[in-house]
C-alpha cells in the first residue's frame, strides 16, 4: 500500500477480496504507530447465521489481532450510526466493515422478528451513517462493496438492493475526504481533498 496517510474520513470500495479490509487495517497501523496516545476501533457489522459465516468472522478476529494488535473491536450489525457516535474521540480511529452488512441487516434482517426496512428508507440511512461521519471527532475509515459494476440482476429485491447500496456509496462518498477503490490489491484514488 503506497498510501499510508490517514485522511479524515475515507471510503474504501471494491469487491470481495479487493483488499479493502487489509487497506483499513493498514491505515488503522499507521494511526497508532503515530502516537501512543492513539486508539483504533474496529466496528464490525457482519452477523454469523451458518457456520461458514461464524469460521469467516472468526478468521477475520484472529487476522486482524496479529496485523493490528492494539485495535479494538465492537459489533454493531445494526445501529451503526450509534457505534460510530459511541466511540467518536479525537484520538480514535474509526473502521466500519462494512456498509454492505450493515445495509443487509436493515433491509433483510435474518431475525424473524425484526420488521426489514424498506430500500425506499435507504436515502435516510444513508444521510444519517453520512451525518454520523462527519460528527465523527476522529478519523474514520468506511468499507464498502461495489456491486453495481455487473448486469442488472434478476429479480426485483436484488435490484432494489443493488441500488439502495450504490445510493449509500454516493453518499458516503459525497461526505468522504477521500474514497479509494481497492482492486486486486492495489489503491486507486477516486477522491482525495486532503
Known amino acids: 500500500m503506497a498510501e499510508l496517510r490517514v485522511a479524515r474520513s475515507e471510503l474504501i470500495l471494491g469487491g470481495q477480496k479487493s483488499g479493502k479490509t487489509a487497506r483499513a487495517e493498514t491505515l488503522a497501523a499507521a ?4 502516537s501512543p496516545g492513539h486508539r483504533a476501533v474496529y466496528i464490525a457489522t457482519a452477523q454469523a ?3 461458514e459465516m461464524r469460521e469467516r468472522i472468526d ?12 485495535m479494538a473491536t465492537v459489533e454493531e450489525p445494526v445501529e451503526l450510526a450509534q457505534a460510530i457516535g459511541r466511540h467518536s474521540r479525537a484520538d480514535t480511529l474509526i473502521v466500519v466493515d462494512c456498509l454492505t452488512l450493515w445495509l443487509t441487516a436493515r433491509l433483510m434482517p435474518a431475525v424473524a422478528h425484526a420488521q426489514p426496512a424498506s430500500p425506499a428508507t435507504a436515502p435516510t440511512e444513508g444521510a444519517t ?5 462527519r460528527a465523527c471527532a476522529g478519523p474514520i475509515v468506511l468499507i464498502s ?6 448486469v442488472i440482476p434478476m429479480g426485483q429485491g436484488v435490484r432494489a438492493f443493488v441500488d439502495a ?4 456509496n454516493q453518499q458516503a462518498a459525497a461526505a468522504c475526504s477521500r474514497v479509494t477503490l481497492m482492486s486486486a490489491g492495489l489503491p486507486l484514488a477516486l477522491k482525495d481533498s486532503l
Request: cysteine-free; glycine content about 18%; proline content about 3%.
Open 31 to 34: 494511526w497508532l504507530a503515530q
Open 49 to 51: 447465521w451458518d457456520d
Open 59 to 70: 478468521r477475520h478476529r484472529r487476522q486482524r489481532a496479529i496485523r493490528v494488535p492494539g
Open 129 to 133: 451513517i453520512a451525518g454520523a461521519l
Open 145 to 150: 462493496n461495489e456491486i453495481g459494476l455487473g
Open 165 to 168: 447500496l450504490g445510493g449509500l
